[in-house]
């Protein structure tokens, strides 16, 4: 039997890389809209409001046509596989192969209950309890699609249940689904698929918002991408958080991946992934302050945007700048080094863990600040009635205490050497210090002053988990690198707490404020090419991580077990990355507009229906 086979000469590895990723953007697509249609199913149903229901109903429509071009694609993609690389796709048979059949059986369970959940849709409104337990049903057999799928990509970079001698398979199924990487990828692409879904509904919002005739349609239509924004940035905001455990646990994984991703040929694919994301949070606030248009006395909010737009422009230039410039010979010899003077600084992780939490503390703060602009006078907290904001400030305050003491005492348990023991105590103290603040919030909004709480969390966390520990980490390089993985994921703890804990005292603090009118569809079409952007940038940005997660096992198809022999095993340059995921991204967008308008067709014989 031949290892390798061509497509029309082709070259094979590209083949299969383009119809993958389609098959990977179609997927998440069918896996985000889903858990983001249930959602607001089900707060509709707990708040009684249509609208919330109308809008789960058109989402769904969606998913007819987008599972069948997941389901094509998957075909696509298996054919590929198994004609061209026989014998790579032998293996993994041979280890998954009780594996297979569940994901088969799982797909089949997915596509009923998709379709039953999207046809029942008008017969069960008086038993909203059965649908929403379908969609239930079918976002638990989406996940575990995922999961499963998840497993043979992250077994190709940690394999498990190897004999370390013959390279042969000796384990389970249920070993080499487990093996290091698979958790760390399920929680890295569960969340970014949300973030996905979230802009993809946005960007259909915002096609249909500037087709509409009517006001009425116009207003619907913004306020559908307003939800999809939301979401969107609401799952943006861990992501980062995420992608940085994924990329730690493969270092511990192999540090020789690990140095290849951050320190080797791809180091300067996550240059390029600091733009696109930057780019991102640039659009999401975008879209934020455009949205103020539409709210009366938001005014008083604007005169901050200049200031949050400087310090974003200003973390997203540390975040793209490179440690080693693309120097010449000329120009390394008049700055008399190999590594620019100032620009140095700014290329070490120090620098940049340091600014992406800062730009995350902005965005939200000025999604804080658009939620607010349509709130006033506030009832003091001891004069609201009800136990709930009790309960969801405790609940938030054991819970964050939880993270930042919990782990600060994890800290002072680890098994490091002695003379790290002392870097360690430092940063300790800084979650304690972080506990400290939260408290203090918690009692400062029970006095009736959660303004002021929300202020001293956001300054104690930005002068610790920014500020503080920016300069830190510069120490630890020089003195103490093995305890820079305990700093970062302190920083992740403290802008989290900070998240949590200001989003629920913004929630009570403003639960019975006066408010103002919407104006929904008040939306310039500038702001419509915001959602589109976003959707874009995204699917840009899975094709740049898929390349790199795959890329990392170089000429490997299972790392340091099957090695690739054919001919274009070879690692793509950026060059090829870049036309690649271009291409990739057209088809992608030609078929999901394709989607959009035969679920158009399908709205327009319901109205006809419906007359």
């Known amino acids: 039997m031949e290892a390798y086979n061509t497509f029309f000469g082709l070259d094979s590895r590209i083949v299969v890389w383009i119809i993958a990723q389609i098959h990977l953007l179609f997927a998440a697509f069918v896996l985000a809209v889903p858990v983001f249609a249930l959602s607001v199913e089900a707060i509709g149903v707990k708040s009684g409001d249509k609208r919330m229901d109308d809008l789960a109903h058109e989402l769904t429509k969606l998913l007819s046509s987008a599972f069948s071009m997941t389901a094509a694609t998957g075909g696509i993609l298996g054919f590929s596989l198994f004609c061209l690389y026989p014998e790579f796709m032998r293996y993994m048979t041979n280890v998954f192969n009780e594996g297979m059949f569940i994901y088969a059986l799982c797909f089949i369970g997915e596509g009923f209950c998709l379709y039953f959940y999207y046809y029942s849709w008008d017969r069960t409104q008086n038993n909203k309890a059965l649908h929403i337990g379908i969609g239930g049903l079918l976002n638990l057999f989406g996940v575990t699609l995922m999961m499963i799928g998840n497993s043979w990509t992250s077994f190709m970079m940690s394999p498990s249940g190897i004999d370390q001698e013959t390279g042969e398979f000796v384990g389970t199924v249920w070993e080499a689904t487990t093996n290091f990487l698979w958790q760390p990828l399920n929680i890295h692409r569960f969340i970014a698929n949300i973030v996905f879904g979230g802009f993809i509904v946005g960007a259909y919002a915002a096609v249909k918002f500037m087709g509409c005739k009517t006001k009425e349609e116009k207003a619907h239509y913004d306020w559908m991408g307003y939800i999809g924004n939301f979401v ?158 009790f309960i969801a400030l405790f609940v938030a305050l054991a819970f964050t205490l939880f993270m930042t003491v919990g782990y600060g005492f994890s800290i002072l348990g680890a098994h490091v050497d002695v003379e790290v023991k002392p870097y360690l105590s430092f940063i300790s103290i800084c979650l304690f210090i972080q506990a400290v603040a939260l408290i203090g919030a918690v009692v400062l909004t029970i006095s009736n002053k959660g303004l002021i709480g929300q202020w001293l969390l956001f300054a104690s966390t930005a002068i610790m988990a920014v500020l503080i520990m920016g300069i830190y980490g510069f120490v630890l390089m020089k003195n103490a690198n093995m305890a820079l993985r305990f700093l970062s994921v302190t920083q992740v703890a403290m802008v989290i707490t900070c998240l949590i804990m200001n989003a629920v005292i913004d929630a009570v603090y403003y639960s019975k404020a006066e408010t103002s009118e919407i104006e929904w569809g008040k939306m310039h079409y500038r702001s419509q090419f915001a959602l589109i952007l976003l959707c874009v940038l995204m699917v840009m940005t899975m094709g740049l991580m898929g390349y790199v997660r795959s890329g990392l096992r170089e000429n490997w198809h299972i790392y340091a077990v099957l090695k690739d022999t054919s001919p274009w095993s070879f690692t793509p340059t950026l060059f090829n990355m870049t036309w690649v995921v271009g291409l990739v991204m057209v088809i992608f967008f030609a078929l999901t507009s394709m989607v959009f308008w035969l679920s158009s067709l399908t709205g327009k014989k319901d109205e006809a229906e419906a007359h």
């Open 232 to 389: 969107g940035i609401g799952a943006m905001i861990p992501l980062p958080f995420a992608g940085y455990f994924l990329g730690r646990e493969v270092y511990s994984a192999s540090p020789v991946m690990g140095n290849i991703m951050m320190g080797g040929r791809f180091s300067w694919t996550f240059i390029v992934q600091a733009i696109l994301i930057g780019i991102l949070f640039l659009g999401a606030n975008y879209y934020l302050w455009a949205g103020m248009e539409r709210i009366k006395g938001s005014e008083r909010y604007t005169k901050y945007i200049k200031y949050l737009n400087g310090i974003i422009v200003f973390c997203f230039a540390v975040w793209l700048t490179p440690h080693n410039l693309p120097l010449t010979g000329e120009e390394r010899s008049l700055i008399g080094e190999q590594y620019h003077i100032i620009s140095k600084y700014f290329g070490v992780m120090a620098a940049k863990n340091a600014v992406v939490n800062l730009m995350i503390l902005t965005t939200f703060f000025s999604f804080l600040l658009y939620r607010r602009s349509n709130k006033f006078k506030t009832v003091p907290f001891t004069q609201q009635q009800g136990s709930g904001k």
